[in-house]
C-alpha cells in the first residue's frame, strides 16, 4: 500500500516542472505534475498515444489545443480529457503560487 499527500514537496522554488507517478497499472498511469511558472518550450507541442485526464487542483494555467482559437484557461477544480494525438501546449502557469495537476493517462474504454 502507498499513501501520500498531493501538495507534500510542491514548496520551495523549482527550476524544473516536477513529475512524479503516483500509481500504475492496467494501462493507466496516475501522476502528480507540479509548475512552477514553466511553460512547454517555444514550438513545443505534446502528441501522446494516450488518453489524458487533468484535473488542476492549485494555481492556475492557460493550454493551448492544435486547430482551436485562444488558450483554455483552467482554475481549481476545473478539469479537462484530452484526447490521443490532440497536440496541445501549457501556454503558461501561474508565476505567483505552484501549479498542481493531476494526471490520468489512459487508453480509451479503460477506465
Given amino acids: 500500500m502507498k499513501r501520500g499527500n498531493i501538495y507534500n514537496g510542491a514548496a520551495g522554488r523549482t527550476p ?4 512524479e507517478e503516483l500509481a500504475a497499472g492496467n494501462g493507466v498511469r496516475i501522476e502528480r505534475i507540479v509548475s512552477d511558472g514553466h511553460a512547454s518550450s517555444e ?6 498515444d494516450r488518453n489524458e485526464w487533468v484535473l488542476l487542483l ?5 493550454l ?5 482559437e485562444g488558450e483554455i ?3 481549481p477544480g476545473d478539469w479537462i480529457d484530452i484526447p ?3 497536440r496541445h501546449r501549457v501556454a503558461w502557469t501561474d508565476k505567483k ?5 493531476l494526471a490520468v493517462f489512459y487508453q480509451a474504454g479503460e477506465l
Fill in 58 to 62: 492549485q494555481g492556475s494555467a492557460g
Fill in 84 to 86: 490521443a494525438h490532440v
Fill in 97 to 101: 503560487q505552484k501549479t498542481v495537476w
Fill in 73 to 75: 484557461v483552467l482554475w
Fill in 16 to 19: 524544473e516542472e516536477q513529475f
Fill in 64 to 68: 493551448g489545443i492544435e486547430g482551436s
Fill in 43 to 48: 514550438g513545443f507541442w505534446y502528441d501522446q
